[in-house]
């Protein structure tokens, strides 16, 4: 993909696809024929764009999780004794936040 989509990137997107769907639910009674298609066409657009954007995220984030946990397995197999020390002291942080509530 040619651009990197950060979540503001999403959240501009998300934002001008609810202001043409605003525009169209706005202005549908108001304006002739020709002007509500033209309306109707823009809507379903921007909704189709967004709609690819947010499936492409979410499929790059997918990966992204893929990568990160085999990552974090290789490591846990090269140190065991070192993973056993994290999954403890995250227990730990875990076991003392619950217990406070």
Same mark, same amino acid.
């Given at each position: 993909?040619?651009? @990197?989509?950060?979540? %503001?990137?999403?959240?501009?997107?998300?934002?001008?696809? +609810? @202001?043409?769907?605003? @525009?169209?639910? /706005? $202005?549908?009674?108001?304006?002739?024929?020709?002007?509500?298609? /033209?309306? /109707? $066409?823009? +809507?379903? !657009?921007?909704?189709? @764009?967004? #709609?690819? #954007?947010? $499936?492409?995220? !979410? =499929? #790059?984030?997918?990966?992204?999780?893929? %990568?990160?946990? $085999?990552?974090? =397995?290789?490591?846990?197999?090269?140190?065991?004794?070192? !993973?056993?020390?994290? !999954?403890? +002291?995250? *227990?730990?942080?875990? *076991?003392?936040?619950?217990? #406070? /509530?």
């Amino acid at each position: 993909m040619a651009k @990197d989509y950060t979540t %503001e990137n999403l959240r501009a997107e998300l934002k001008s696809l +609810a @202001d043409t769907l605003e @525009d169209v639910l /706005r $202005s549908s009674s108001e304006k002739p024929l020709a002007e509500w298609d /033209r309306l /109707r $066409s823009k +809507a379903e !657009g921007a909704l189709k @764009d967004t #709609r690819v #954007r947010l $499936s492409d995220t !979410g =499929d #790059r984030l997918a990966h992204q999780t893929k %990568e990160i946990a $085999s990552q974090a =397995d290789t490591y846990v197999h090269k140190n065991p004794w070192k !993973g056993i020390g994290i !999954g403890a +002291a995250v *227990g730990v942080i875990v *076991g003392v936040l619950i217990s #406070r /509530r």
